[in-house]
């Protein structure tokens, strides 16, 4: 009878396992911060143990939860971007690349020059998983080094050129459009020879520019011996990108990349009947 007690009350224990993650959502964009929020909480809602490096605070408090705070004193993270910086001519898109180096360099600076940072990198680890960007910079990619442990990388926005080559994804430019440009598919035969030359320049501008610049920033806090970025970029096991074939580009894929657009979407509401009359009057085509 004893026996019976006992194998009752084990049928309902449940082993479980928890990661200690580092989450780092290092660009002070809030549209982008908004996709490491969401990884975030799903994962603690899993039970494992998050600590999270963002400009923006998760509004819900959870026991295994832990932010580090990178907004500095006197600063505003809103509302401060134009719009009009991303359109313009040819070339202007173009050299959106040298803006996105500009935002990299100076968020890899202020972020690592903080008390903030340094306190963590002293104190905290080990890590199981470390999720980090792999948008404009891999500056954060030194975390890998310092902690031992694998990336997941996240793109908040499409597969930029230079990441393509890093995870054998295909990229041809007669039917991927350049994430930085403005071309859709079917791409004309200028449209393809202008995509493949600013594929060509903005590999280029990565390689030379903004992995020199990355690089000698965190060596500053991680010493010599860190091992280049561009080697520690082919270390990253997986890259999730907000990207979705239904509204971007559709392009070949491989298993180390994984589309994760719309995840942002937690609740789904139905759509009210005024806007499916509304869809309808405005497109007899529109499939709903």
């Given at each position: ?39 975030s909480l799903g994962l603690i809602e899993k039970q494992h143990d998050v600590t999270l490096l963002s400009y923006f605070a998760i509004e819900e408090p ?122 859709v598919n079917p791409i004309t035969f200028v449209g393809r020879i202008d995509n493949f030359l600013m594929g060509v320049f903005h590999r280029l501008y ?59 979407v937690r609740k789904i509401r139905e759509v009210p009947q005024v806007g499916f009359a509304y869809l309808r009057h405005k497109n007899d085509n529109l499939?709903?």
């Open positions: 009878m004893q026996l019976v007690r006992v194998l009752i009350l084990l049928n309902f224990c449940f082993v479980g396992w928890s990661y200690r993650i580092l989450v780092i959502s290092a660009f002070p964009g809030r549209s982008h911060s908004k996709i490491f929020e969401i990884i959870h026991l295994n939860h832990t932010r580090v705070d990178l907004r500095q004193p006197g600063h505003s993270y809103l509302n401060h971007l134009d719009m009009e910086m991303f359109t313009g001519t040819k070339i202007q898109k173009w050299l959106t690349i040298n803006l996105a180096q500009a935002f990299a360099k100076r968020i890899c600076e202020e972020d690592f020059g903080t008390d903030t940072v340094r306190s963590f990198l002293n104190q905290s680890g080990p890590f199981d998983v470390i999720v980090a960007p792999t948008f404009n910079s891999d500056c954060y990619l030194s975390f890998m080094y310092k902690f031992e442990a694998p990336v997941v990388g996240v793109s908040t926005t499409g597969v930029m050129e230079w990441v393509s080559e890093k995870f054998g994804l295909p990229s041809n430019p007669a039917y991927v459009p350049n994430t930085l440009s403005e071309l990565y390689e030379n520019l903004m992995v020199s610049n990355g690089e000698k920033i965190a060596k500053e806090y991680f010493g010599e011996g860190l091992p280049s970025l561009n080697k520690l970029v082919y270390n990253v096991s997986i890259m999730l990108v907000n990207h979705h074939f239904n509204y971007h580009v559709r392009r070949p894929l491989v298993p180390a990349v994984l589309e994760i657009g719309g995840i942002h499939c709903v």
